[in-house]
């Protein structure tokens, strides 16, 4: 097993950390959520949490069989989760909600996204 293998891994388990976090986060949100801005921050809480949760465990196989990283929907939903949780903190931003639990979570995306893109080209070769 590579090293981008083992951090690809090790990025797996902080994705479904954070889908967790975010699960918990978007309960306090829908809780709050009075108003249509409320309702728009806690829905990109649970689509950044539901992709937290998909990749996770994606990510998990794909690092102990780097092959099944080529797929055109494994590819897809890493870019999606990523685009989706860049737009969710610039949402927050805008809004004016709590941005910090956002910005992690989009941080461990790309980091995410970094090691799964590593491992891809690792499979190719």
């Known amino acids: 097993m590579s090293s981008n293998q083992k951090m690809l891994k090790i990025m797996s388990f902080i994705a479904v950390i954070a889908a967790i976090a975010m699960a918990a986060w978007t309960g306090m949100s829908l809780m709050f959520a009075n108003t249509s801005p409320g309702l728009l921050l806690a829905i990109c809480s649970l689509v950044a949490a539901l992709f937290d949760l998909l990749l996770g465990g994606m990510g998990i196989g794909v690092a102990n ?20 949780n860049v737009v969710a903190v610039v949402i927050y931003v805008f809004i004016g909600g709590f941005v910090v639990p956002s910005i992690v979570n989009a941080v461990i995306m790309i980091a995410y996204l970094y090691y799964s893109r590593a491992v891809r080209f690792e499979a190719l070769r």
């Open 65 to 84: 069989k780097p092959v099944r990283g080529l797929g055109v929907y494994y590819i897809g939903f890493t870019w999606l989760a990523v685009v989706l």
